[in-house]
């Protein structure tokens, strides 16, 4: 651990960390700050603790690593960069206020054991491409993307999903499947159960679907399942 304290502000002209090498912390409230460089932390937060990001300069990456309770997010800002984050024994949650920016940045992976923001106060972004991943049983994720997405990739063991961006959306509950990608190709895996699709609209896109258990349609019908260029199931 390289710091340990109640609250932590870091500010360099360059880089934080390196993406071989993270600023090992554990604290309440961290903000991190460069005028050029991205940001490398491994992170540990007490509770009540909020994180809040910028790198500064173009194309610079953010990566945090939250080993401990739930990761609090302010913000997290990059002109390009992208955002990569990983809760490993907690949830990301949206501590900024409903509708308020959370991310920017270019493409954006989110891994975490107990689930991504809520249904009432989903994680706000505003970045081109999504991944996001829960692996704990039944937990769920939630984002509210501004902006179109170039691609959507999510995996669940048989929690919730809900995520909404300019052009069109994703939900998966009671493992219901049913989304319009606006163009972008779609990922979606079920670790712990089955997916039943509603409606799948990718136009020229591909789709691809993994299933712990079936893939099946959600209703007996003649109806058209999925849109897509090219689905593997």
């Not at 090992?24 to 603790?49: K, M």
């Not at 997010?73 to 955002?83: A, F, H, P, Q």
């Amino acid at each position: 651990v390289n710091a340990t304290s109640q609250s932590l502000t870091m500010t360099a002209g360059h880089s934080i960390g390196m993406s071989t090498d993270t600023i090992e912390n554990f604290v309440e409230t961290l903000t991190a700050t460069t005028t050029d460089g991205g940001v490398f932390l491994t992170q540990g937060f007490g509770s009540g603790g909020q994180l809040n990001i910028t790198a500064g300069g173009v194309g610079n990456d953010v990566i945090v690593n939250n080993n401990t309770k739930d990761l609090k997010l302010g913000t997290i800002t990059t002109n390009g960069g992208d955002v990569t984050i990983v809760s490993t024994n907690g949830s990301v949650l949206d501590d900024n206020g409903v509708g308020v920016n959370n991310i920017t940045g270019n493409a954006l992976s989110l891994t975490t054991k107990t689930g991504v923001a809520t249904s009432g106060n989903p994680l706000d972004t505003t970045v081109s491409s999504l991944y996001v991943k829960t692996t704990n049983t039944g937990s769920n994720a939630y984002v509210a993307n501004t902006g179109a997405l170039t691609s959507i990739s999510a995996e669940t063991k048989g929690g919730a999903v809900g995520i909404t961006f300019t052009g069109g959306s994703l939900t998966y509950s009671s493992n219901i499947l049913n989304a319009v990608t606006g163009g972008a190709p779609l990922t979606f895996k079920n670790t712990g159960g089955t997916i039943k699709i509603g409606s799948i609209d990718a136009g020229a896109e591909a789709v691809s679907l993994d299933a712990f258990g079936n893939i099946e349609d959600s209703a007996v019908d003649s109806v058209t399942d999925i849109v897509a260029g090219t689905a593997t199931l």
